[in-house]
Structures are given as structure tokens and as C-alpha cells.
């Protein structure tokens, strides 16, 4: 296993082990007003759900010179199926595996693997929900013959229509940021970063 | 939290095993991408054909595919250059650095047209070269030669015997009795002596003084396909025996590069990692399978089977492993390397000063 494997470990379990503090010190994010209903979710419940949708490739930052080069990947593929479990009302800690994939512009196909650990805040105004989540992982990466794994930090939110009472529809948007550190070729060292935008089905369990 | 503490622990589990199962590559995954140029640069009239030739005279390459095309060395789209004959196709091309001479060929009748970047001059006379037919033109130290051939009879295309001519009229022959068997391959200049290959040998001496004449020494790699210079009493000679010979001064030394080969073209350009490397192009021929190219080291002659010197492996496989190539042209100004293919088109590959960008489809 090359260096940056343990790198990405370490970020995995850093990630979880903020997610969790942080679940134990926040409060309970409900707004129950005269707006918002009282959060159906408590503790104990969880959700599975299944994404598909669009994957666009948005940052290429060279950390050796500081500069911005082009990604030069095309509109892809992005999915993912995620499980999250309550461990307070209106607030889930989880994990989630899923996969962009998208042509570049000399014909060679990106493929990313992310395997992230996940916390997300249910914001509940019925039928509507607002899911802001952050997530943290390692991700498989692949281009033609080349390969790595990397650590990853996505961004973003779900915005969920309730369908029923087990079922929830709508749009995931979320910012991809993958740090991309090669031990033996510095000057290989980047950032990149995509956009996911996906049609998300989560089921109530 | 029982549920959340297994679906914890198999996360990590399923992590450590893709992490472990990795190994990275020899060049970053976002810098390979950012390296990358369109693999089609829009000239689908090219996909499906044979490149003869890729020359640059100024700010443009010209390419023989059929007709004559050109596009700016900064980029853009390939068009054809106005003015060429009628139903004729560019088969050869050749500059001094001021002025594009090309070879027109229908089969039957030849033609030397001089380009100067914006308009055609008064065709070249060849009266110098009586019946032989034009086969090639080659530019080495400072003339301009034009390499013929003869046949028996029409119904015969096979060349009987060849020559190379320059001067006014090219009147000149560089083989004092023209060698029979073939045309002439190659011409190159050392910056001392002219090298020419023919059948199984190399020729050297004043070529624009008709004084060619057989090595003494022999490279003994077969017929003798390209010929690449790379410095004073310092030539690289491809054989048809899929070998190459260096010559040094003194003698011939042969490399085998790959048996099942038929070697086609030699052009050194910069490596990745440093120094240079020389690509043999390989094409099929008789029994010979296309094999794209060779990455040659000049230091020890040894092959690069990963192909990382000037692309990536996954890249070469998927456009020209299994293509022949019968010429390739690098422009070490500006950096970009062409690849003539036979029945897929013209490729180039980008060379940024470190890195190599892979080839793409011109």
C-alpha cells in the first residue's frame, strides 16, 4: 500500500470521530414552529437511499505551483447508495458508496469510487425536507492504466419532496473536493473537485 | 447504535481492502487529464486514411492526406490548401524553411509545386530526371532532391532501379549507376555526409554532387527502411528485419527490436523522466503485423514495453498499439509529434517540456 493510503485512512477516521462529537454536542436541529412540524425522524430510525444523476468535473488545482489547470473531463455519470442511521432526532451519522464516471476530452474514461462516512441534518417542512449534510472518506480513483486513492470531503445538501411516510424524492447537490497527494512525484499534487447534481430516492426503514 | 457500529466497521473493512488493492501510477491522475487535448480535433475526413506526409513551413503543418491540408502550429481545424492540381494526390513534401515543396502524383503524371506560405510558384522542371518517375521529395543540409524510380512496363509497377536528384532541373543524380531493386527509403544529412538507404544498403558520400556510393560496412538488418541522423558519423539505420544498426564512424552495430517487426520510421524525441528516446514506427508488411511504434533507449538500445516515454500505456493501447505507422514528424519547437497511420488517420501527441500528453486524433 503506497503512503496517501494511510493518509486517507487517517482523514476516515478523523472524519468519523468529528461526526460523532459532534452528534453528541449538538442539539436536537428541529424548528418546531408554527413553519416547521415536529421532525419525524427520531433516533433509532434510519434511511437507506439510492442516487443517479449527473457528475461534473469543476476544479483542477495544481498545489506544487498554485495554479488552475483544466480538468478537461466531459458531463458523466454520478450514483450512490447510502445508509444513515439516527443517533438523535433530525440528526444521522452514515455511510455511503457510490461512483462518478465521465469521458475526457482524449477519450480516456474517470472513474471515482468514493467510500465516505457521512452526518446529515433533517430539516423538516412538510411535505418537504432539507438535508444538508458533510461527509468524509477515501475514494478509488482510476484513468485508463493509472489509479490512486485519495482522501475526500463532499458538501451539500438534499432537497426532498415526502412522497409518504416511507418514502422521500428529490435533488442532491454536492461539492466533490479530492486532494490528490503523490509522495513520489510532487509535482503531481492537486485538487480537484466536481459537482454532483442526482435524483435521490431515500426509504424510510 | 449497534447498527450504526457495523455499518462502521464494514466501511472500514471494505476501505482497507480498496485501499490496499491500489497502486498508483507513474504520473497524477488530474495532471494526466489536464495534460490532455481533444483525442478528435474535428478533421473526421482524416479518420479513415493513410497520412503520406507531415512537414511545417512557418506558422502552419501541411499534411498530405489525399489532397493537401494545412491548420495553424497554435491549433484549429485542418483545411485544404487552395490551388493544388486538380485530381492529384500529395504524396511527399519536403522545405528548406522558407518555402514548401510538394509531390503530386496521379500515377500516371507527377507534378513539383513550391508553396511560400500564401501562393504557388511556377512548378519545378524535372526534365532532369528523363522517364524515372517521381517518388519522394527529401530536403537535407541545404538542397532540395527528388527521389525517383523505373519500371519495366506499365503493367509492372515494381521499381527496377532508382536514384536521387537535385540542381536545376534535379539533372543531378547522386548515384553515379542507378541501384537496381527498390526505390530509395531514405536521405539524411550528418552535418559531414549524406546517408541514403536502398534495398539492404547504405549508401554515403556528396549526393548533390552525384557521389553516393555503398558503404564499405553494412548495417545487415534487411532492407533498409529509415534512416535518422543524430549527429556527426552518428546515424540510426530501421531495417525491415524489425532490427535497427547505429552507426558510428567506424561500424555498424545492430539492435534487435522486435523480430516480428517491420520497422518503418525513426524520429528521437524528448522522454518522459528526462533524456530522449528514439520511436521506431512499425508497420505490417508480408507477414509483419502493425505494431505502432518502439520506444528505443539511445543509451543502451533497449525497448520501453510500458510505453510511458512519450504516453501512457493505456493511452498508446487504445490508439495506435495495433496501428501501422508509416512516417511520423516531430516539431521539437513547438513540441507536437505526428503520427501518419496507415487506414486511421493522423495522430499528434503534445510534448509540454515534462510531460508527454498522449496522442490524440488530429
Redesign the interface.
Known sequence: MNRPSFRAIAVLAVALAASAAFAQESGDPTVDSGTFRTNPYESGDALLSFRLGAGFGLLNLDLSEGSFDELNLGPGAAFSLSYMHFVARGFALGGELGGLVAGSIAGRTFFAAPLVFRASWHFVLSPFEIVPSVAAGATLQRLGELSHVDPIVRLGADWLWRQSADWGLGLRTELWLIPQFYLDYPDSNRLGGFLETTLTATYHL | ?K??AR??L???L???V???A?????????????L?????NGTEAFSGLTPNFVVRLGADYYAGVGTLWKRPVGGGAWNPVPGTPDGMLATSAATDGSALFVLFTDGDSSVVKEWDGSAWAPDLATTGIGTMKPDALHYADTTLFLSVGATDTEADPDVTSANIHSGLGFATAAFATAPTGGIVKALVHDSLTYYSAHADDVYSGDADAGGLTTMALQPAIGTVTALLARGADVVVAAGASGSVAVWDGSAWTPHVIDSAAYLSDLVEVPAHGGGTVILAAARGFGTKVARGYYEVSPLDWSVNEDHDLVT????YQ??LEDLGIVECFWDAADGILFACTVGDGLWSNHWNG?SW??W?RE
Open positions: 447504535m447498527h450504526l455499518a462502521t464494514a466501511l472500514a471494505l476501505s482497507a480498496i485501499l490496499g491500489c497502486t498508483a501510477g507513474p504520473l497524477g491522475i488530474f495532471e494526466s487529464l489536464s490532455e487535448t481533444p483525442v478528435d501512457t500505456t493505456t493511452n487504445t490508439t515534462t500528453s498522449g490524440n
